[in-house]
């Protein structure tokens, strides 16, 4: 596709999102369907061509016309101007850019908005998660593993929020300045939380990436920050859990990434000399858990985060083989000193 027929895709997947019942897997089998989807744009006849039954019974119904359709379209129009104008990008998943770790999963977002440097999108990377109330432990571990991750040339990912992923930014920004932070809200909106307004502002003056699945005038919400949380995992070749929480939300972030087939690996509070009983903290319990079942890696040394970096690596290669765009790319971490203190 050249440049004119990607934007006119953008389009016509921002136009079909307005219609009810319509979701990313609807309209990729809608595409299925239709040979050349984008001429959907001018011939509405078209739309009795597919075979997929909220369009029979909406064009049965009579609730889905011609009128509605170009609506639909000035709609998706106005959005994607609106986007332009406000500096943000409009990624969707045909394009080279889009993230493959992203593409090949069951389920992904047709078109990603994002904000400064969108050749992050597709390094190596891993993801960030972890309590808004680390100890002072996990904190300063977050920020020292995501940057010894990024000088082994990862991009860090996380969410933004206040505790474990700001300290995950920090700890990027501070080596290369190569991390992406994932938002619950379209990115014209204001930074969510506001107290991080700063750093995503740093995030993008040293060369990262702010990236949205929710299209423009979409204001923060709970179940969009949770939505937010299985795109941490699934741009990611790996996933961090720095601390768990007891409300269950870093929780729900760690089953995406279950579900996604991603390694995992965890902060292990029990090699801490200091540490008696990690299970007497709070933040620890869930780690020792899943690494006690060999759900999740351990993380403390620079070997245990090389041995995650190999895992991660080979996981990446399995997937690239799975995708014809990236055959031939390949990655290996490069050796280095062993202690993280």
């Known amino acids: 596709m050249d440049a004119n027929d990607l934007d006119n895709l953008t389009i016509l997947i921002l136009a079909l999102d307005q219609i009810k019942g319509v979701g990313p897997q609807t309209v ?17 006849g078209r739309f009795h061509m597919i075979n997929i039954p909220v369009f029979k019974r ?5 609730q889905f016309n011609q009128q509605q359709w170009q609506e639909d379209i000035i709609q998706a129009h106005e959005i994607f101007d609106k986007t332009k104008a406000a500096g943000i990008d409009l990624i969707n998943y045909q394009m080279p850019d889009y993230p493959l770790n992203m593409a090949v999963l069951k389920s992904f977002p047709l078109i990603i908005y994002t904000k400064g440097n969108r050749k ?37 990912v996380s969410g933004l ?66 939505a937010r949380d299985e795109w941490e995992s699934g741009i990611s070749d790996g ?30 509070h029990g090699q801490c000399e200091q540490i008696d009983d990690p299970m007497q903290i709070e933040q620890a319990i869930g780690n020792q858990k899943y690494i006690q079942t060999q759900q999740a890696l351990p993380l403390w040394s620079k070997e245990s985060l090389r041995k995650f970096e190999e895992v991660m690596a080979k996981a990446r290669q399995r997937r690239m083989l799975l995708n014809k765009r990236s055959q031939g790319v390949h990655y290996r971490p490069q050796p280095r000193n062993m202690s993280l203190f």
Not at 28 to 44: A, N
């Open 28 to 44: 990729l089998k809608v595409f299925s369907q239709v040979r050349e989807p984008q001429r959907l744009l001018t011939d509405f």
């Open 58 to 62: 909406i064009l049965r119904a009579g």
């Open 120 to 156: 992050l999108l597709n390094e190596p990377s891993v993801g960030f998660i972890g309590t808004r109330r680390p100890t002072t432990l996990g904190a300063k571990m977050a920020e020292r593993m995501a940057a010894q991750f990024a000088e082994d040339s990862y991009v860090v």
């Open 161 to 226: 929020s206040i505790g474990t992923n700001t300290a995950a930014h920090k700890g990027a920004l501070e080596t290369t300045g190569k991390t992406i932070a994932i938002v619950g809200h379209s990115l014209e909106q204001p930074i969510y939380p506001k107290e991080n307004t700063a750093l995503a502002e740093e995030i993008l003056a040293k060369g990262g990436l702010i990236m949205s699945p929710f299209r423009y005038g979409t204001i923060v919400r709970r179940q969009f920050l949770a």
């Open 239 to 268: 996933l961090v859990v720095v601390e768990t929480d007891q409300n269950g939300k870093t929780e729900l972030a760690l089953q995406h990434a279950f579900k996604q087939n991603r390694p995992v690996a965890m902060l292990d």
